[in-house]
């Protein structure tokens, strides 16, 4: 794991400078030959510029100003990426960042953006310390960067290590009741509460969604309760946070093809990565809010008495829903999630899943669909946080229109709705399981990534963490 600290320049340390212009490098001693170096790498649009001296390794980064301060920031972010492989290449430890620019997070931006690509997920190699990165610590300049932000640093790379990791964790290794178990551990170290109801409570409580999902496997499925809750809480009503925890999906009996599809399945439950990891920073960031958590979680199969299509099931909330396709079950799982979440009488539900290849197809890796019942004013705040963070959100319609679509002939839903508008007729079918103000955010596309690109590693992303961590930090602010 990195640190991060404020402190004096390790030994073998590289140095980075930071800076608006090269006057403002001129000003620190750089030799009139390093300015003239720096200056005319600037002219081949060479922002990022290593400076070998006899008894360091320096780096220069001129900040390249975009039109808007979250494109601006999130150009830092990626030549912080940039320095990584420097680092890789150079076998260091340390870097340490010294910034001189007019932007108080500049050095925030740049350590966050080198951290994360500096992300290692070496458990199953022989050889583990030849693939592991060597950064080990981002050290700051006094002046650099404020104590508030080197913890925040601290907490959210972790965050985002540890999601990374449950992402890309195998079946294997990580079945429903090994998820519970992580979530468990989680809440051990963060210190909130988890609960975890196994399959016998499941049935207990009729939650046939969960359970008809289960049927095809021979591992048991869970559901986790996790819940923080300071004295200093500041919203009377919870806030309460859903993740799909779908740890393998073959598609069940509607079976997936496997290459570019089945082979990545492992990834389906990366919205349970989200909610359990957001959890465990919100409450180490001891954020003054009430936060509820719940994840449901199985893989689907094909085997054991699985489901069918053509099934009829009766869910949690009384609904009957006609199964047209095993492989809409993320949606089974998270409904039945959703209507237990009435039972807390929440300010806002939010819901984060792999749920659809449409919402890949239409926005690609570059931003996350979401759709909802909540007010203006909070889906303003969700698209700020998520600009602040570069984790942006394109949000779609709910119109009754895509409620004709799911309406079955011989249930009250059936859980596809046809050929277009996937997205938004998953989002319907969940939307008939609230009857709170509530989001949904599909993140098919942004949660996995087959190669390396930017910050993002290969597997897991962890993205949206940064933006909802975003999203409830304002919020307890406000």
């Known amino acids: 794991m990195i640190q991060f600290h404020k402190k004096e320049v390790s030994p073998g340390a590289i140095i980075l400078h930071i800076a608006d212009n090269v006057d403002q490098l001129a000003s620190q001693g750089w030799s009139e030959q390093e300015a003239g170096y720096i200056q005319n790498a600037l002219e081949k649009e060479q922002y990022l510029v290593p400076l070998n001296r ?33 680092v890789r290449t150079q076998k260091a430890s340390c870097v340490h960042i010294i910034s001189h620019s007019s932007d108080p997070m500049a050095a925030y931006y740049f350590a966050q953006g080198l951290a994360l690509a500096s992300y290692s997920f070496v458990k199953y190699f022989k050889e583990k310390a030849k693939k592991q990165h060597p950064l080990s610590e981002i050290s700051f300049d006094a002046a650099a960067i404020a104590d508030e932000q080197v913890n925040e640093l601290n907490i959210l790379t972790e965050a985002a290590f540890r999601a990374r990791d449950l992402v890309n964790e195998p079946l294997n290794a990580l079945n429903a009741t090994g998820l519970a178990s992580a979530i468990r551990q989680l809440g051990a170290d963060a210190g909130f509460s988890v609960q975890v109801l196994s399959k016998a409570d499941l049935e207990r409580e009729g939650m046939n969604g969960i359970l008809s999902v289960n049927l095809g496997s021979i591992d048991p499925p869970s559901f986790s309760i996790m819940e923080y809750k300071p004295t200093t809480a500041r919203n009377t009503a919870p806030l309460v946070l859903v993740g799909k925890g779908v740890v393998y999906d073959t598609g069940g009996l509607s079976l997936k093809p496997t290459p570019n599809s089945m082979d990545r399945m492992k990834s389906d439950m990366s919205g349970a990565a989200l909610v359990s990891t957001a959890m465990w920073a919100l409450s180490k960031l001891q954020l003054p809010l009430h936060v509820i958590a719940l994840v449901p979680a199985t893989d689907n199969r094909p085997g054991e008495n699985a489901y069918v299509p053509g099934d009829v099931i009766t869910m949690y909330s009384g609904t009957t829903v006609e199964v047209l396709n095993t492989d809409a079950e993320g949606r089974m799982l998270l409904a039945d999630a959703l209507h237990w979440a009435t039972r807390y009488q929440p300010e806002l539900v939010m819901d984060f899943a792999t749920l659809t290849g449409a919402a ?112 409830m930090k304002k919020r307890s602010q406000d």
């Open 54 to 86: 006899y008894d360091a390794l320096l780096y220069s980064y001129l900040i390249k100003s975009k039109p808007s301060a979250s494109a601006t920031a999130e150009i830092i972010r990626k030549a912080g990426a940039d320095l990584s492989g420097a």
């Open 360 to 471: 890949s197809a239409a926005v690609g890796e570059h931003g996350i669909v979401c759709m909802g019942t909540a007010s203006d004013t909070v889906k303003s705040e969700l698209k700020e946080s998520g600009e602040r963070q570069y984790e942006r959100l394109v949000e779609y319609p709910l119109w009754d229109e895509y409620g004709e679509q799911i309406k079955s002939d011989i249930a009250d839903l059936k859980n596809v709705g046809g050929a277009t508008g996937g997205a938004i007729t998953a989002g319907k079918f969940l939307q008939h399981f609230t009857n709170y103000p509530w989001m949904h955010f599909d993140i098919a596309g942004v949660s996995f990534a087959t190669g390396k690109k930017g910050y993002l590693p290969t597997g897991g992303t962890a993205v949206g963490l940064r933006m909802l961590i975003d999203f």
